[in-house]
């Protein structure tokens, strides 16, 4: 099978300190043939990410492990974009020139405070404000993929359980078909399989339904930010993929997805 992971953090990111060439070994010691470096970047000042990515350092270091593991591993270019639909204009001035394989879009705040935050301050409206940036984000960013798409989960499970499918689904499917009408995908994050979380990020209602809409490009990643978690959980989501009805991953090239078979 040919096992690829495309989303990962390292030293370019804010709350990671891996090294590329240790995430490129580890890749090639757990059989991944294919991997995309996804580093968290935002323009806003008020994200905590902000100022930390120095793109011809991030660019050229992506060379340099491109170079050391040709025969062994291809290694693509992305990044995670924190709330790329807030501002757009600036985004697109500075990411155009930088010819990236991969983009990612997430919603990491709300109203430039951090989900936890947003969750302790009104737990009631928190999911419900999370989706409606969800649905805003997917409507008018340049993106490849949603990233983690229910994530406001990973902050409210412990304390105030897991959403209702049923509750929220009038607006995921709201947000799937506007993903789908923009050629936009969603990915198989398996971070929150190494939490007590115990489920994927989105859960398997929200990928039956995208799949049930017509979607297809699907995207998976462990979402590392240490070596030890590169290529975590990849079978779980292979198999759940399958489970939902998908025959095929996407990688992608120059921003262009192209099936894989599983």
């Given at each position: 099978?040919?096992?690829?992971?495309?989303?990962?953090?390292?030293?370019?990111?804010?709350?990671?300190?891996?090294?590329?060439?240790?995430?490129?070994?580890?890749?090639?010691?757990?059989?991944?043939?294919?991997?995309?470096?996804?580093?968290?970047?935002?323009?806003?000042?008020?994200?905590?990410?902000?100022?930390?990515?120095?793109?011809?350092?991030?660019?050229?270091?992506?060379?340099?492990?491109?170079?050391?593991?040709?025969?062994?591993?291809?290694?693509?270019?992305?990044?995670?974009?924190?709330?790329?639909?807030?501002?757009?204009?600036?985004?697109?001035?500075?990411?155009?020139?930088?010819n990236l394989?991969?983009?990612?879009?997430?919603?990491?705040?709300?109203?430039?405070?951090?989900?936890?935050?947003?969750?302790?301050?009104?737990?009631?409206?928190?999911?419900?404000?999370?989706?409606?940036?969800?649905l805003s984000?997917?409507?008018?960013?340049?993106?490849?993929?949603?990233?983690?798409?229910?994530?406001m989960k990973?902050?409210?499970?412990?304390?105030?359980?897991?959403?209702?499918?049923?509750?929220?689904?009038?607006?995921?499917?709201?947000?799937?078909?506007?993903?789908?009408?923009?050629?936009?995908?969603?990915?198989?994050?398996?971070?929150?399989?190494?939490?007590?979380?115990?489920?994927?990020?989105?859960?398997?209602?929200?990928?039956?339904?995208?799949?049930?809409?017509?979607?297809?490009?699907?995207?998976?990643?462990?979402?590392?930010?240490?070596?030890?978690?590169?290529?975590?959980?990849?079978?779980?989501?292979?198999?759940?993929?399958?489970?939902?009805?998908?025959?095929?991953?996407?990688?992608?090239?120059?921003?262009?997805?192209?099936?894989?078979?599983?």
């Open positions: 099978m040919y096992l690829m992971d495309y989303h990962h953090h390292t030293n370019h990111s804010f709350d990671s300190t891996a090294s590329m060439m240790e995430v490129c070994t580890k890749a090639i010691e757990n059989q991944i043939k294919e991997i995309c470096f996804t580093e968290h970047f935002s323009v806003n000042p008020l994200a905590p990410t902000y100022g930390h990515m120095v793109f011809e350092k991030y660019l050229q270091e992506i060379r340099d492990c491109q170079e050391k593991f040709h025969s062994q591993l291809i290694i693509k270019a992305g990044i995670e974009l924190c709330e790329p639909h807030l501002l757009k204009d600036q985004y697109d001035e500075i990411l155009q020139p930088l394989d991969f983009i990612l879009g997430s919603v990491h705040n709300l109203n430039n405070q951090k989900l936890r935050l947003a969750l302790k301050e009104d737990h009631p409206t928190a999911y419900e404000r999370y989706f409606n940036e969800l984000m997917v409507s008018t960013a340049d993106i490849d993929i949603i990233a983690h798409f229910d994530l990973r902050y409210a499970y412990k304390e105030h359980g897991l959403y209702e499918f049923q509750e929220y689904q009038e607006i995921i499917e709201q947000i799937l078909k506007k993903a789908i009408d923009r050629n936009i995908g969603i990915e198989i994050n398996t971070s929150g399989l190494r939490t007590g979380l115990k489920q994927t990020l989105p859960s398997i209602e929200v990928i039956k339904l995208y799949k049930e809409l017509g979607g297809e490009i699907l995207t998976i990643g462990s979402d590392s930010h240490t070596v030890d978690d590169v290529g975590a959980n990849l079978a779980d989501a292979i198999s759940l993929a399958k489970e939902c009805g998908f025959n095929y991953i996407y990688k992608f090239e120059k921003r262009k997805p192209i099936p894989v078979k599983i």
